[in-house]
């Protein structure tokens, strides 16, 4: 079945440091991944839709400056959490729905990133 | 605004029984709708897609109806295992194309 692979599954860094989380389709291509962020116990709130080759799309209230993203391929998106702070410390999840099927197709999603700034 | 409601108080059931989850939502006008299993500290994995013109969908033990109607769909997991104990999240397509989170509810199964 389709894989999306997440890296790194755990990080945790200092207030004002950079971290990058890595998204790829392993078996199929993605032309749109999602980018989605959960608090515990909460539902996922999608941040952004990352298209490969253009500019990402933002949802309401989510800084672009902050949150980089950047689909350089069909099978490879990528977050950048800039100068991160405590309060971004959260579970981050990106998905990718196969490029060949339906729109309506399922979503496939990564493992996920635990985020712990300090 | 859009809005998707499920149950947010775990529902503990005895092995073996049915599990009857509900997802209520409003201001949407969905084609279909979703739902997934989600793991602790892992990543949503796809269960089960249901059509507007579709009742019932059933995949091995788990059942989903839609009711476009009352704006709900009821997702069943019947013969319970401790193995099924997860969070379950419906979803749906948001007017923009996107898809569009419940907060889940938790199922937790005992032997």
């Known amino acids: 079945g389709a894989v999306v692979s997440q890296h790194p599954s755990r990080v945790i860094c200092k207030s004002g440091t950079s971290v990058k989380i890595e998204c790829r389709s392993l078996?199929?291509?993605?032309?749109?991944m999602f980018w989605y962020r959960q608090f515990p116990k909460k539902s996922l709130m999608l941040m952004a839709t990352?298209?490969?080759?253009?500019?990402?799309?933002?949802e309401q209230g989510v800084e672009k400056d902050k949150f980089l993203i950047n689909h350089a391929s069909l099978t490879l998106s990528t977050l950048t959490v800039t100068s991160a702070h405590p309060e971004d410390s959260s579970f981050y999840i990106c998905?990718?729905?196969?490029?060949?099927?339906?729109?309506?197709?399922?979503?496939?999603f990564g493992n996920g990133t635990r985020l712990t700034v300090t | 605004s859009q809005k998707i409601e499920q149950n947010s108080e775990a529902l503990n059931i005895q092995e073996g029984k049915t599990a009857t989850l509900t997802c209520n939502y409003t201001?949407?006008?969905?084609?279909?709708l979703q739902w997934y299993r989600q793991d602790p500290g892992r990543g949503p994995v796809f269960l089960l897609l249901?059509?507007?013109?579709?009742k019932e969908k059933r995949k091995e033990r788990l059942k989903v109806t839609f009711d476009t109607t009352l704006k709900q769909s009821l997702f069943h997991i019947t013969a319970s295992q401790p193995a099924d104990s997860a969070t379950y999240l419906c979803?749906?397509?948001?007017?923009?194309?996107?898809?569009?989170f419940g907060a889940g509810t938790q199922v937790v199964v005992t032997p």
């Open positions: 201001n949407y006008s969905p084609a279909y």
């Open positions: 979803a749906l397509d948001n007017s923009w194309g996107k898809l569009q």
């Open positions: 249901i059509r507007e013109n579709e």
């Open positions: 998905s990718a729905r196969d490029s060949l099927r339906a729109g309506n197709s399922p979503l496939h």
């Open positions: 078996d199929f291509q993605a032309t749109t």
């Open positions: 990352s298209n490969e080759g253009s500019k990402a799309t933002y």
